[in-house]
């Protein structure tokens, strides 16, 4: 995954316009299918997991750097590959307090005061909803060529 | 203690006293209207007032050691804060040097980096405070202004530093219930526009109700992605020969203006040589996208799908412009809200 994740290196052009649907799809779309090419068929998990991490870097990337979010995504992903340890399941209970609800799963989201937690939240939201789209998009087009 | 307290309806606070945090910081903009109240201590001195609030944690990567002499002192918590403001507002760049000395020597020691490179990579139309009620409010810079003006209050702003709130009519002009004021403001700002992203929260009324719709938003999109990524992993093989094509087809287009299908018939007709022709111009031209090898492997895988589907029966065309108009759907909204501007 460190070849994924160091190969793509150009910043977010838009910031302003907020992230590039182009961008993210181009991104996504080549890690797809770096990590089909290089994992065995018969690991579907194995594959399954690497496919989302490829998913919430090529998010982080296309966010890019000026996101609290984003940054904390990238460190988790990097971090991760270095121990080569497995991404526990962020499971998430809505405890009492719904706000440490929303820190426990924005990324980065322990580390902020309340009024920026919603200002990541929102671009967090954005930012994913474009990621299951485009998922959604790619799955549709594959399964429409049917057997 | 402090005349300014409270007081008077307009504060106004100088920068006083805060060049022992930052050597780079400029001192000359300082105007002396009242004196200095702070006693001058060293650099690695952390007032405890600020080690208290949750957001100082970014405070101490100035220093992690809080002296036990120090007064428990909003006026503190406003120096240092000020000087962020100082860095928010006027010098970006200059703040940017400043504060990643500081933010680099210490980061070691705090926790808190999330903060910090937050501070250094400033977005000037976000107001990136802290946000901690406690302080004070003179120190919001001029784009905190422009969100204050259309709440009502009057605020005008003389210089860079600091702006003047006064308070509305009959209000507590604490400088403390401003602050407050202003910062429920901007939570509010946020939930609107929260309400707005999260679909069929506009039925829903009241903060707590609205914050577990969005929690219930955010956690069904992760489990999508999730459900998503673990269904294209046992996808269709041929997918690979589509993403290329995908990937090909999505730069040609960006780059080309208008996405017509009369683009995709001669590709059919004569795969090779266009792809071959299109995909090397296309090379040379992003090469500062650092997409030059995925491209030419790209291409290449793509001519080899298409030598060996020729040898085989041909396949509709239809598949492929099909595959191809979806991904068009998808980006381009991105390209009519470039054009005009819109947030996509």
Known sequence: MDSKSSACSSPNPNPTLGPSKLMLAFRFLRALSLVRRTTPASSRTCRGRRIERAAYASMAYSAG?????SRAVLRRLHHRARRRAVAPRRLSTTAGNRAEALRRLVPGGAGMDYCTLLEETADYIKCLSMQVELMQGIVDSASSYGP | MRSSSGDVPAISKPVLGAS???????????????GRS????GPGVLPPSLSRFPAAAGFSCFGATSSGGMAADPFDALMTEQKKGRWLGVEPGQAELGGGGHERGASS??????????????????????????????TKNRQKSSTVKPSGKQSKDFSEDYVHVRARHGQATNSHSLAERVRREKIS????????????????????????EIINYVQSLQQQVEFLSMKLATVDPRLDMNIEALLSEDLLRSHGGSSSAVGFSPRVVDPQ?????????????????????????AIDS??????????QMPISCDEELQNVMQMATFCSNDFNNREFGDRS
């Open chain 1, 65 to 69: 750097a000026s996101r609290a979010w």
């Open chain 2, 20 to 34: 022992w945090l930052d050597p780079c910081w400029n001192p000359s903009g300082a105007s002396s209207s009242g």
């Open chain 2, 38 to 41: 702070l006693p001058q201590t």
């Open chain 2, 109 to 138: 020691t705090s926790g808190a980096e999330n903060s910090s490179s937050k501070r250094s990579n400033e977005d000037a139309a976000m107001d990136r405070t802290p946000g901690d009620p406690q302080i004070s409010v003179e």
């Open chain 2, 189 to 212: 700002q946020r939930m609107k526009l929260l309400q707005e992203l999260v679909p069929g929260c506009s039925k829903v009324t009241g903060k707590a109700l609205m914050l577990d």
């Open chain 2, 273 to 297: 040589l266009h792809l071959s022709q299109r995909g090397l111009v296309q090379t040379g031209m992003f090469g500062d996208l650092n997409t030059a090898n995925s491209f030419r492997r």
């Open chain 2, 302 to 311: 793509q001519l080899s799908s298409y030598k060996r589907r020729m040898t």
